[in-house]
């Protein structure tokens, strides 16, 4: 099946900062990615739809001046967090569609101090 | 509007026991309904996945999933349990609109698979 990479794995970060967290796919274009956030012991959650060359969508509640998604190229989505607060932190998982499903790259942790 | 709902957060089997988890699910359209798996620090894997055709779908490792349409439900079950099938399980339903198949997916809460000796 397809690969899907993400960098960095963890990130630690102060509160008020930014982190930008690249996901890329290793051997498929992806004009669709989607960005989830998975709480402890939650479910995933979809936040967003990172569409190649144009805005991506949101899904409700999830602001996007905060979350920034880039698909800039049809192998990389990057989603930054803007203003970090320690509510944010979370683990992020990215995937994209392909022939007979999304795959999902392994997730980033994200911890605000 | 599409919801999922797995019954059971926690399963505990012995080694070699029947696995049966659980997911019930809601869809205003045709369902595609998948089940993943989760290992610690890794990305989600899908298991098996119903699209349309035979309602009793096989998986890898040995998961096998029954679509019943009466009861809106998709459990996920394995004939005899290995350690190794030690994660967390997540059953999804994908959103059809705008004639995308494997669109945005609805996720359960997850149920963790423990197995014992």
């Known amino acids: 099946g397809a690969v899907v990479s993400q960098h960095p794995s963890r990130v630690i970060c102060k509160s008020g900062t930014s982190v930008k967290i690249e996901c890329r796919s290793l051997?498929?274009?992806?004009?669709?990615m989607f960005w989830y956030r998975q709480f402890p012991k939650q479910s995933l959650m979809l936040m967003a739809t990172?569409?190649?060359?144009?805005?991506?969508?949101?899904e409700q509640g999830v602001e996007k001046d905060k979350f920034l998604i880039n698909h800039a190229s049809l192998t990389l989505s990057t989603l930054t967090v803007t203003s970090a607060h320690p509510e944010d932190s979370s683990f992020y998982i990215c995937?994209?569609?392909?022939?007979?499903?999304?795959?999902f790259g392994p997730g980033t942790r994200l911890t605000v101090l | 509007a599409q919801s999922v709902t797995q019954l059971g957060s926690h399963v505990s089997v012995s080694e070699g026991a029947l696995v049966l988890l659980r997911c019930n699910y809601s869809s205003s359209v045709p369902p595609y309904l998948f089940w993943y798996v989760q290992y610690p620090n890794q990305g989600l894997q899908l298991l098996l996945k119903y699209t349309t055709g035979a309602t009793l779908v096989k998986g890898i490792n040995g998961f096998e999933a029954e679509f019943k349409k009466s009861e809106t439900s998709f459990h996920l079950t394995k004939p005899s349990a290995h350690m190794s099938d030690a994660a967390e399980y997540f059953c999804a339903v994908s959103d059809l609109a705008g004639g995308t198949s494997y669109g945005k997916l609805t996720f359960g809460q997850g149920t963790i698979l423990t197995v014992h000796p």
């Open positions: 990172s569409n190649e060359g144009s805005k991506a969508t949101y």
């Open positions: 051997d498929f274009q992806a004009t669709t």
């Open positions: 995937s994209h569609t392909g022939p007979d499903t999304q795959y």
